[in-house]
């Protein structure tokens, strides 16, 4: 059984149809990258499988893990283990990250049945995901993504993924904005937290983070339709042709 | 999709918990105020003179004075001939040898507030004193501390038993004349706390009163003195609460603290006052008088408060500091749920030098809500060196309420030095649903950033009230996020 099926998914947002009909079918284990020019649907992707509800469902089927996914709220989404980096994290003033993360991960161990972690334990394993984004202890007390550069807030993103250990990550332009070093201290990082059991989704306008996070397979998605699937060899003909050349292979 | 886009609007939906009726014989007079009213009041309370004298000279002032009308409440014209000025459960105090002989009702209602009364079921460390309606009903750990020369008792049993210090203190740090509402608390009030710590005595416990309004059309009038002697220290916590009616009652107390030099008072309010249904309905008009001095040197005077109760709150917990080197201390949470108005804050009267005042209120306001803030730093003349520092922030949940801020300034001294900072933030549809990715109920995130947004004044509660307070403020703002 595939983690991720997603069948002919429409999705409007205030009327406007965004997604035409996505197919997409995601094992455990894999990376997925899916790309495509600005407008094309990939972030309306991310937030309808995270259940943001600015955006309504009007045709097709997502099961996760066999599951009706759509039926799910977003807090069981993400008890089930879905997990989205977003491409603009938001602030929570006041909140410090290591109270934040605190409570999320016992609220999702408690809803798997499990013990909470008691201060001293979540310290000490939050301290060894921290070296995995290179980010100082410091940085734990610090109110969530406040103040943060736009650089920090990507990395703290992947530094929670890796707190919550996800089955199913999506990463929504987690590279865009990010200069070279921190494009690598990110791709680092996704390739430390990738498993056998853990599929990811890796959205991305540009190929340049497809360079240190190798995937599976590639989609090109455009006017909200995934037009063209292949290997990581279709990310690197995308350079070449742009996406315009793509679209007009399909049309033609 | 599983929510509705309007969800942050739908906050603070719990009902009110605390809002049962005590069925109990009660020593009631008529509705009405005259000169007549409070003769009786001081005759039921069989009071010297001076009390009698002192009441009518407020009343007398209270004739000739107007209700203000510069805040931003707004609420229906209040008929003071309309209330009920003196509600008592009928047991004779007086005669009461011990807990054993209050009304077991009266025991029963505190212990369904969470408050017992009998002393082997406190919580270790803190003495209460439970005024119901208008009288205090019982005060806890009197002995003990009486054995440190601390004087904790209703302001009736004061007035029996210390009446040299009730008349070298009453109205020293708010006047009779002070405004309309303090007036006709001082023609009126029937009972409060009173407390006297001596000289270089550390109180060991906290003192805590616990007011609660059972009657109907009652108003409660209560009035605390506090004495903190040179070198003492003490920290007091009130708390409040009442039946839920739909017609508004008025609550109009006054609280007066003394600190002599080297001095501190520490004082905590937790307020949960009926605030009316979701449509505004009933509630009580929480008016109250709240003032320190500092008059003795080194002295400290520091008020907080988490205020989420009433339909309309209106207070300025001040302090004037007059004493060199004394500090005064503000710390404020204040919620506007429903139709609640809040209007509060405080002023810092600056006269003594090198004198220090902080202020850190923290405006809530959710559904249609209205949250002022009003402060005033005054800076006299002879205070050199003196310096504040405020920071007001507001928090809106939803577009249907509002905040708003109103310092005032008034600084005649050069030399000293006044911070201001402001600001106004809001809970977003993006921010709960951050937090629900991240596996987080939209209610536990809309209360982990209320309280993240509140902490730098829970901090300074005892800790039991902070762990209170924060539950308080979680309930007042349940089922607002679906």
């Known amino acids: 059984m595939a983690l991720l099926e997603i069948k002919n998914l429409h ?27 600005n407008g094309s649907g990939k972030s309306t992707l991310a937030q309808v499988l995270a259940g943001r509800d600015l955006y309504e469902v009007t045709e097709g089927q997502v099961l996760y893990e066999g599951r009706d996914l759509l039926s799910m709220p977003p807090e069981q989404r993400a008890q089930e283990g879905i997990f989205i980096a977003f491409q603009y994290p938001v602030e ?46 410091a940085f734990l007390n610090r109110p969530v993504n406040a103040d943060f550069s736009g650089g920090e807030k990507k990395r703290n993103e992947i530094f929670q993924m890796a707190v919550l250990e996800p089955r199913l990550a999506i990463l929504d332009e987690t590279d865009s904005g990010l200069d070279i070093d921190a494009l690598k201290i990110v791709a680092n990082g996704v390739n430390g937290l990738r498993t056998r059991d853990r599929a990811m989704i890796v959205v991305t ?40 050349g793509v679209e007009e292979g399909v049309t033609a | 999709m599983s929510t509705p886009a309007t969800s942050i609007e739908e906050l603070a939906n719990q009902e009110y918990k605390w809002g049962f009726v005590t069925e109990i014989e009660a020593d009631t007079i008529p509705k009405g105020l005259s000169e007549d009213v409070i003769r009786m009041i001081s005759a039921k309370k069989n009071e010297p003179g001076f009390m009698l004298e002192w009441r009518l000279k407020s009343y007398r002032q209270w004739l000739t004075m107007e209700e203000p009308k510069w805040s931003t409440v707004r609420y229906p014209a209040i008929d003071y001939q309309d209330i009920v000025y003196y509600s008592a459960p009928k047991t004779k105090l007086d005669q009461l040898k011990s807990l054993d002989e209050v009304d077991p009702e009266l025991l029963r209602t505190y212990a369904k507030l969470g408050i017992p009364l009998r002393e082997q079921e406190l919580l270790a460390g803190v003495a209460v004193d439970a005024v119901f309606d208008s009288v205090s009903v019982a005060t806890t750990f009197k002995g003990k501390l009486a054995e440190m020369g601390i004087i904790f008792c209703s302001f009736s ?28 608390n001082s023609a009126v009030f029937s009972d409060g706390s009173f407390v006297y710590i001596p000289a270089g005595v550390r109180c060991p416990m906290e003192l805590s009163t616990y007011f609660r309004i059972n009657a109907k059309d009652t108003g409660q009038f209560e009035r605390t003195l506090i004495i903190a002697d040179a070198g003492a220290y003490v920290s007091y916590l009130e708390g409040c609460t009442a039946p839920m009616r739909d017609k508004n009652q008025l609550h109009a107390a006054v609280v007066e603290l003394v600190a002599l030099d080297n001095a ?29 001095k500092c008059l003795g040197v080194n002295s400290k005077v ?46 810092m009267i600056h006269i003594g030098k090198n004198t220090r005042s902080t202020i850190v209120s923290k405006g809530i306001s959710a559904g249609h809500g209205q949250n002022a803030y009003r402060g005033m730093v005054k800076i006299l003349k002879g205070a050199t060196g003196a310096r504040n520092y405020s920071q007001c922030d507001s928090l809106l949940l939803g577009d249907k309420c509002g905040a708003h801020t109103f310092p005032y300034l008034e600084v005649k001294n050069t030399s000293s030095q006044v911070e201001h900072e402001a600001s106004t933030s809001k809970i977003g549809e993006d921010q709960i649903f951050y937090c629900r990715q991240r596996g987080i109920p939209a209610e536990d995130a809309v209360s982990m950033i209320v309280h993240g947004f509140c902490k730098e004044v829970f901090r300074e509660l005892p800790m039991e009230f902070a762990v209170e307070a924060q539950k308080l403020l979680g309930i007042s703002l349940e089922g607002s996020v679906g």
């Open chain 1, 92 to 137: 929570i003033p006041g909140v410090s990250n290591m109270y934040f993360l605190k409570a999320a991960l016992n609220t999702i161990r408690k809803s798997r049945g499990l013990e909470e972690l008691d201060a001293m334990d979540f310290l000490t394993m939050v301290k060894e995901k921290l070296a995995l984004v290179d980010m100082d202890p």
């Open chain 2, 157 to 184: 049993e004061a007035v029996q038993e210390h009446p040299e210090l009730v008349q070298k203190y009453l109205g020293s740090v708010v006047p009779h004349s002070d405004n309309f509402f303090a007036a006709l």
């Open chain 1, 205 to 244: 306008h540009y190929q340049r983070l497809l360079n240190y996070v190798v995937p599976d397979c590639v989609h090109v998605l455009a006017d909200g339709r995934i037009v063209k699937s292949g290997d990581k060899t279709l990310a690197l003909e995308l350079e070449q042709t742009g996406y315009i």
């Open chain 2, 264 to 292: 501190q008072i520490k004082y905590s309010t937790v307020q949960n006052w009926y605030p009316g249904d979701k449509e505004g309905k009933g509630g009580i008009y929480n008016f109250v008088t709240k003032r320190g």
């Open chain 1, 11 to 37: 999705a409007s947002v205030s009327g406007k149809e965004i997604l035409r009909g996505i197919d997409l079918t995601v094992g455990a284990g894999e990376l997925h990258a899916i790309m495509g020019p």
């Open chain 2, 302 to 347: 520091s008020w907080t408060q988490v205020e989420t109760g009433s339909a309309i709150t209106w207070k300025y917990p001040s302090v004037l500091l007059m004493g060199d080197n004394s500090v005064g201390e503000f710390y404020s949470v204040a919620l506007a749920n429903n139709y609640q108005q809040a209007d509060t804050g405080t002023k």
